[in-house]
């Protein structure tokens, strides 16, 4: 009861963050920063319910409700590229590290199961942000032109104004 609560406030809370980020999508005003701060406050929001709400938390992962958080996971990184905030990856980033070593446990990969863990996750996030801008042109550009103009820029630095020469 409590949980589903929580997850609409946290689903409230993220759409209420999307109309600040919508007012400033070129995110050079303070209302980018209001907007920062409430896809904060919204992400564990919406996470944590819903990985307790499908039973994924409950410590004792199968492989099935591994995969189902590492697709979660995926879903919430095209959603975080998307909007260009990364909040909900931070928020999920516990869950995802459990199940992975879960999955590892399960191979048998008993001892390294951490390591491996570390060095997937760790690999894959230090990936995605040093390529964050060109996987989130991947993400965007196909998009509708209706949802992409409610988006932040994809292209920030034409937008500024630039001083005259």
Do not use: C, K
Not at 136 to 160: N, Y
């Amino acid at each position: 009861m409590i949980l589903g609560f929580v997850l609409l406030l946290g689903i409230g809370t993220f759409l209420f963050a999307m109309w600040w980020d919508g007012s400033d999508r070129a995110r050079i005003t303070r209302r980018s920063d209001v907007a920062f701060w409430l896809h904060l406050l919204a992400a564990p929001m919406i996470v944590h319910p819903v990985f307790t709400l499908l039973g994924l938390n409950d410590g004792n992962a199968t492989m099935g409700e591994g995969l189902v958080v590492v697709l979660l996971y995926i879903a919430l990184g095209v959603t975080a590229l998307a909007i260009d905030r990364r909040a909900l990856l931070v928020s999920a980033l516990a869950y995802v590290l459990f199940a992975m070593q879960q999955l590892f446990r399960e191979f048998g990969a008993v001892e390294l199961n951490i390591a491996l863990t570390g060095l997937i996750i760790g690999s894959a996030l230090l990936m995605l942000s040093a390529f964050w801008h060109q996987a989130r042109a991947l993400i965007v550009r196909p998009l509708p032109e209706g949802l992409r103009d409610r988006l932040p820029l994809l292209d920030r630095a034409s937008a500024i104004p630039q001083p005259a020469a």
